[in-house]
């Protein structure tokens, strides 16, 4: 996993603290790069203004502006950014709806290391 994230630069979107410093301890392990969004309308902007991702982690349930409509004002930005939706909803016409904002891939919350980092493998080539 070191060797796929190695300086990849990867955009979290998640509005608990707590969570970010989780996925942002388990990214920078494997020497990613990660910059922290708590707001939606904050990771639409640094999209917009040009930022560098090669991947965004986005929360589904934001305050605001949800992960799903983010996900589609970046997709309509930056179609070539993968987007990975962390949800904890697990219902099958709720990740059908992350598919369908544009989300190019998905991992439940909770979830492990190894869930995580399939999730990743599956949308960075």
């Known amino acids: 996993m070191e060797q796929i994230l ?3 630069r990867i955009l979290v979107v998640e509005d608990e603290e707590s969570n970010w410093f989780l996925l942002r301890d388990i990214l920078e392990g494997y020497s990613a790069k990660v910059v922290w969004a708590e707001v939606g309308q904050k990771a639409i902007d640094m999209v917009a203004d040009g930022e560098h991702f090669d991947l965004i982690l986005m929360d589904i349930h ?3 502006i949800d992960g799903l ?3 589609k004002k970046i997709k309509s930005l ?4 993968p987007v990975v939706a962390q ?3 697990a219902l099958d016409n709720e990740i059908r709806n992350c598919y369908k904002s544009g989300c ?4 439940l919350k909770p979830f492990t290391i190894s869930e995580l980092t399939t999730a990743i493998e599956k949308v960075i080539k």
């Open 104 to 107: 190019d891939g998905h991992v």
């Open 62 to 64: 934001l305050p605001s």
């Open 78 to 81: 930056r179609p070539d950014i």
């Open 69 to 71: 409509e983010v996900t």
């Open 6 to 8: 190695k300086d990849k």
């Open 87 to 89: 949800t904890a909803f």
